[in-house]
Nanobody, 125 residues
Framework: QGQVVESGGGLVQAGGSLRLSCTASGFPFEDYAMGWFRQAPGKEREGVSCITHSGGTTHTADSVKGRFTISRDNDKKTLYLQMNSLKPEDTATYYC??????????????????WGQGTKVTVSS
């Protein structure tokens, strides 16, 4: 049974940075695209960024483009999300997910295989 576990969330002031990590186990990490999602209180879960199985291509939502960077280390079976210039509207629980494909799909939510438990990010103004 596959598993992904996030870490790195916390409280940060607006303009600050955080790096989220996601460690995978129980499936061939290098074969699958991976994604970051977030869900703010009272809102639907949304895709933030995706990276292909090799790490060669990434896709990032317009709302965070230029501020967030997704990356992966297949040797360490770890996914990262570097978040810079954080804004209060970035406050959410962030989830890592395995995508059941090697490439980034147009609508990530339809391709999720395994979800992590989430890590909370709070950005104060």
């Amino acid at each position: 049974q596959g598993q992904v576990v996030e870490s790195g969330g916390g409280l940060v002031q607006a303009g600050g940075s955080l790096r989220l990590s996601c460690t995978a186990s129980g499936f061939p990490f290098e074969d699958y695209a991976m994604g970051w999602f977030r869900q703010a209180p009272g809102k639907e879960r949304e895709g933030v960024s995706c990276i292909t199985h090799s790490g060669g291509t990434t896709h990032t939502a317009d709302s965070v483009k230029g501020r967030f960077t997704i990356s992966r280390d297949n040797d360490k079976k770890t996914l990262y999300l570097q978040m810079n210039s954080l804004k209060p509207e970035d406050t959410a629980t962030y989830y890592c997910a395995q995508l059941r494909w090697g490439y980034c799909p147009g609508f990530m939510l339809n391709f999720v295989g395994y979800w992590g438990q989430g890590t909370k990010v709070t950005v104060s103004s």
